[in-house]
């Protein structure tokens, strides 16, 4: 499965997907990127007048890029997957080191510490455009492919 | 191993993961992972992780499925070890 086909897979859309891109991707890691729009809703009030990015927007993109892209990829290694793919978090801990500013290009890379029993879980870093550490945690959800059972 | 001496280990490895914890104060055999314990699927890969770092054996997909209650574990860790 190439990269561009992972994003056809994805189960988000617009205002909530939040990869533009995968650089690299293997068993064990995937690295991808996303431009923070300046028309995102959420910069209206995160802050008055004082546009960041939230912090569970960058953990967001972090799982959707990290764990959902990877996931994909590991699901489709064994049989070729369905479009009826059946996902949720299940936990996160991550420490945040610098704001994301709106228009800013960040990268995520995520190394896989397993997956068992469909569950991924996964080191997780953003940087930025300057290769500063933006955050990093450990994330974990489940991925299951329904095949059949629509 | 013991039967006793396996579901004194099991105890310790789900403890962490228990949401209901009157579920730990009858711990046997009968008791179910999801219903008594309430510890959900995700938190039951890592107890399930946990099991084969703490007795050295290697779960299957098959034996996973097939783990509801503490007797199941038991039962499927005592397959293990003797398979060793």
Redesign the interface.
């Known amino acids: 499965m190439d990269k561009k086909d992972i994003l056809k897979h994805l189960p988000y859309s617009k205002p909530f997907l939040f990869v533009d891109e995968i650089l690299e991707i293997n068993e064990n890691s995937v690295t991808g990127q996303y431009t923070f729009s300046p028309q995102h809703d959420f910069y209206k009030g995160h802050f008055k007048d004082n546009p960041v990015t939230p912090g569970v927007i960058l953990t967001e993109c972090m799982a959707q890029i990290g764990l959902v892209c990877l996931g994909i990829f590991l699901l489709n290694k064994d049989s070729s997957i369905s479009e009826n793919l059946h996902i ?1 978090l ?2 996160s801990e991550v420490e945040y080191f610098k704001p994301v500013f709106p228009g800013e290009t960040v990268e995520v890379v995520s190394e896989k510490q ?1 997956f ?4 991924l879980k996964c080191k997780v870093s953003m940087f930025n455009n300057s290769e500063e550490l933006v955050c990093r945690g450990v994330i ?3 991925i299951i492919d329904n095949k059949g059972n629509e | 191993m013991s039967e006793k001496e396996i579901i004194e280990r099991l105890k310790k490895i789900v403890e962490p993961y228990v949401q209901r914890s009157e579920g730990l104060e009858n711990f046997q055999e009968k008791t179910d992972f999801l219903n008594d314990l309430e510890i ?4 039951l ?2 107890v ?2 946990d099991v084969e770092d703490e007795f050295d054996i290697e779960i299957d ?1 098959d034996s ?1 499925e097939g783990m509801l209650t503490v007797g199941d574990a038991k039962s499927i860790i005592q397959d293990k070890i003797k398979a060793e």
Do not use: H, I, P, T
């Open positions: 949720a299940s936990s397993y068992r029993f469909n569950k974990a959800g489940m | 959900n699927s995700a938190n890969v890592d399930v992780l997909n996973m």
